[in-house]
């Protein structure tokens, strides 16, 4: 047993280290597993864990980036809105009160009221459209309304020309107070209010005006005037802007006004009619009415903006509102700006044929269409008439322009006459800064206001010339002008145009000359239609003429009227289109003055000297060689006997039956001196009469000078007497023009010239040479009774004998002491010169009953010589020479 017990126990002992061994070897075996899979859980609880984490960020950066991409687009949004904010409100329309200025022009499609509240820190504009586009209704708050309301007209009123849009204020509760800002505009009719009565009114007027834009304005050819303004770049019509402010109350409105006011907001914007409404309730608002609703705190709901909310701005700085309101003002009272004289000028110069008659442009209608005006069979004459200030001047400057541009000379004449002070006329003659003139004008007169001679002779000349033409059509058995230029084609028939600028002063007073300027006027317009002498006069105003209005034939003749603002009378008496005018606007009527004839036309601007110097020059360049300046008559400046035709004519000859003696220029169209002549017959002496030295100075000056010209070395003889000592210098200054041989005497030796003289005139034969007495002051003479005693043989017995008194009396009366006082003969004086000597003095020394009219003025003269006048001449006497 032992053995086998101790056996037994080695084996189980081996056993059970066996056992052991193995238990061992499996719990180490499980242990590395336990460890494996631990190990192993921690590596997927780590990964886990690192998932977790990348995850997190991952949806971070996700979301990151959504949100990134959420406000790039609604930055985009807002930054198109805003860009399109800006490009819809520019300028004035939307810029900030603390820069803004008008931008005239700019063409605002809406009109900027606050900004919308986005997340964004830009700014988006909110805008309300309303010229052209639509109507705005602002409800809510009622001081945040008012500042809405005044924002939005500031707005309007700053981004158009001025006096474009036209408002009109109903405000019943404050009386106009709303619009208090505003005020200024009233001045220039801008503004006007209607007052609390007077909504229905305004609605039936603005009712009316769509009505009336749509059937003339529009007429079917357009959808809308801003339709209208964009084809045709101009806008014939302003807009019209309504303001109602109501109190709130939901019953101020009639049936009737409900439905006007319902209508305008359908149909006005099309027609440039708008309404802003505060305190009007609009329960339905048609669409394009743009609805506020105004919080207290600044913040509004804009029914263009959808949900999202508006910040108002705050209302314009009132100092703005009435120093832009008084701009305006100031501009729209002083009127639009000029258009250019370019206009009215063809594409290609003297291009027309004036046979039938004259047409031109003189300026543009409504429309932009031009006016064009025609001279013709009918109508043949024209009257203009336009208060001081209004164009008139300026309006036939562009009419001479538009004229002359299209006929050549050869088809056109021009006469004109200024009858004004100043001299408007003068720029188409020669002057001593420009050379140039048109070369159509054959006449300027300027300066003519005490001359109406001037007048009176343009009239006898177009006179004579109408019947040069009568005679002409005659010889080609013709009636007019048309069918005159076709028989006699190589005949000079340019058209003639007569202006008269102020020809009230021709026509003015109840005078010979008045009386003779109708005759002439009437017998022109009657007959010079077909003649194709055409008048056109101008006055300031044409009603006072009563000339005219006593003659309603030759009224009649002028068919063509031309009313300038204000003008009274010319159109029709039924015609008021003349009161409403703008400032350089005319009305054309070629009807008498018809109501249904007249044209409105918008003047261009042809007084600036250099527009018009730019076509007289273009013109002047292309005149005909042969063609010589017009006569200027200008009745300020004094003629030089130097520059008369006549006297340049004079020369010696070898005998002279007929001396001439010239005196002065008369006033006439052909600048003629007049003259008299001395031949040998009795009475053919000359008396200047008057107390002014240097006129009587100048005429005896000149009758020596044209003397001596005619007559060889010693074919005549001439005494100068010198009696008073003021003539002294003027004397002196004569003796270079007259032969050496001429004897010079003064008081102390004026005797023996008187004695000699008489002596002469005594003798049975006339004188061998002519003798030529100039007495200067010859009542001055010493010597009493004796020396009368020895002028009265030799202005008697002298002119028969070649002897010739050329004697100043210093006064008619003294001239008739000479005679041998009242009642002795006058004849002896066959010719005169008065100078301040009134016309009943002259009685004496005028053939007939009656007296010669004559009103003494400065440096003019009145000249009779019985021999040739029928009716005593005004003169001028030549100046220094
Ligand atoms: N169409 C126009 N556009 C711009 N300016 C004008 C126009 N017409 C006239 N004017 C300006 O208005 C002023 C007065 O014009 P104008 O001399 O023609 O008037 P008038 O009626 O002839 O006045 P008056 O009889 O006192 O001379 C001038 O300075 C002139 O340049």
Same mark, same amino acid.
């Given at each position: 047993m032992p053995e086998s017990a101790t056996q037994q126990v080695l084996d189980v002992r081996a056993g059970l280290a066996h056992a052991l061994g193995a238990a061992q070897s499996a719990l180490d075996t499980a242990r590395d597993r336990h460890l494996a899979a631990v190990e192993r859980r921690n590596r997927v609880a780590a990964a886990a864990e690192a998932q977790k984490v990348r995850l997190a960020v991952e949806r971070d950066t996700r979301l990151r980036d959504i949100d990134h991409q959420h406000h790039d687009d609604l930055a985009a949004l807002a930054g198109a809105a805003a860009d399109a904010g800006r490009r819809g409100a520019p300028g004035a329309a939307g810029a900030p009160w603390s820069s803004w200025a008008p931008t005239p022009g700019v063409g605002a499609a809406e009109v900027r009221v606050g900004r919308l509240l986005l997340p964004y820190e830009g700014e988006v504009p909110a805008l309300v459209p309303l010229l052209d586009r639509g109507h705005v209704v602002v409800r809510g708050d009622a001081a945040a309304s008012d500042e809405v309301v005044a924002g939005l007209l500031l707005r309007a009123l700053g981004t158009t020309a001025p006096g474009t849009v036209r408002l009109t204020g109903y405000d019943p509760e404050q009386l106009g107070g709303g619009l208090a800002g505003f005020a200024g505009l009233a001045t220039a009719g801008v503004l006007t209010f209607a007052g609390p009565g007077a909504l229905g009114a305004l609605l039936d007027e603005l009712v009316d005006h769509v009505r009336r834009i749509n059937e003339t304005?529009?007429?079917?050819?357009?959808?809308s005037l801003g339709a209208l303004a964009d084809a045709t770049g101009r806008r014939p019509e302003p807009w019209r802007v309504a303001v109602l402010l109501g109190g709130g109350h939901g019953d101020e409105l009639s049936r009737k006004e409900r439905g006007h006011l319902d209508r305008l907001l359908r149909t006005g914007a099309a027609c440039g009619v708008h309404l802003v409404l505060?305190?009007?309730?609009?329960p339905q608002p048609p669409a394009g009415v743009e609805v506020i609703d105004a919080a207290r705190d600044g913040t509004a709901r804009l029914s263009g903006c959808g949900d999202l909310p508006v910040r108002l701005d705050e209302g314009p700085p009132p100092a703005l509102v009435t120093a832009t309101s008084r701009r305006i003002a100031e501009q729209v009272a002083a009127g639009p700006r000029p258009v250019a004289l370019d206009t009215l000028l063809p594409d290609e110069e003297w291009r027309e044929h004036s046979a039938t008659g004259l047409s031109a442009p003189l300026g543009d209608g409504p429309h932009g269409t031009p006016v064009t005006v025609t001279l013709s069979d009918y109508p043949p004459h024209a009257l203009i008439a336009g208060p001081s200030g209004t164009g008139k001047t300026n309006l036939i400057y562009a009419w001479i322009g538009a004229l002359a541009a299209r006929y050549s000379p050869a088809e056109l004449a021009f006469y004109l006459l200024d009858f004004k002070e100043g001299v408007s006329f003068a720029r188409f003659a020669p002057g001593r800064r420009d050379p140039s003139w048109l070369p159509h004008v054959r006449l300027v007169g300027v300066n003519v206001n005490t001359d109406r001679e001037f007048g009176l002779a343009l009239l006898r000349f177009l006179g004579a010339e109408l019947r040069r033409r009568a005679d002409a059509a005659k010889r080609h058995e013709v009636t007019n002008l048309a069918e005159l230029r076709a028989e006699d084609p190589d005949g000079h028939w340019p058209r003639i145009v007569a202006v008269v600028d102020e020809f009230q002063v021709l026509l003015a007073g109840r005078d010979a000359l008045a009386a003779e300027a109708v005759d002439l006027l009437e017998d022109l317009a009657r007959r010079g239609r077909s003649q194709g002498i055409h008048l056109i006069l101008a006055s300031q105003d044409v009603s006072g003429i009563e000339a005219l209005w006593g003659r309603p034939a030759l009224v009649a003749q002028f068919s063509l009227r031309i009313a300038l603002?204000?003008?009274?009378?010319?159109?029709?008496?039924?015609? %008021? !289109? !003349?009161? !409403?005018l703008p400032r350089f606007h005319a009305v054309v009527n070629a009807d008498s003055g018809a109501l249904e004839a007249n044209r409105v036309v918008r003047v261009p601007a042809a007084g600036d000297r250099e527009q018009w110097s730019a076509l007289q020059h273009r013109l002047w360049r292309r005149r005909p060689p042969e063609l010589s300046a017009p006569r200027l008559f200008d009745g300020d400046v004094v003629p030089r006997l130097a520059d008369s035709p006549d006297f340049a004519r004079l020369a010696p000859a070898p005998t002279v039956p007929a001396p001439v003696v010239l005196l002065g220029e008369t006033i006439d169209v052909a600048a003629r001196s007049a003259r008299t002549v001395l031949r040998r017959a009795p009475g053919r002496n000359l008396a200047v009469l008057g107390t002014r030295v240097d006129e009587a100075c100048a005429v005896l000056g000149t009758a020596a000078r044209a003397l001596a010209a005619?007559? %060889? %070395?010693?074919?005549a003889r001439f005494s100068v007497a010198c009696l008073d000592p003021d003539a002294t210098a003027a004397v002196d200054a004569l003796r270079p023009h007259l032969p050496e041989d001429s004897g010079w005497y003064g008081p102390d030796s004026v005797g023996w010239l008187l004695d000699d003289a008489a002596e002469a005139a005594d003798a049975d034969l006339a004188a061998v040479r002519p003798h030529f007495l100039f007495l200067y002051a010859v009542d001055a003479a010493p010597g009493g009774a004796r020396t009368a005693e020895r002028l009265r043989r030799i202005l008697r017995q002298g002119p028969e004998r070649r002897i010739h008194v050329l004697g100043w009396w210093r006064g008619a009366a003294l001239l008739r002491e000479t005679l041998g006082g009242q009642g002795s003969r006058t004849d002896a004086i066959g010719a005169w010169v008065a100078l301040d000597v009134h016309g009943s003095e002259l009685a004496p020394y005028y053939p007939g009953a009656g007296a010669p009219v004559w009103y003494p003025r400065p440096w003019r003269a009145l000249h009779f010589d019985r021999s040739v006048h029928r009716g005593a001449e005004v003169i001028i006497p030549y100046g220094a020479p």
């Open positions: 304005v529009l007429a079917g050819e357009h959808p505060r305190g009007v309730a609009v603002p204000r003008a009274r009378r010319v159109l029709a008496e039924t015609n %008021p !289109a !003349a009161d !409403a005619q007559y %060889p %070395p010693g074919a």
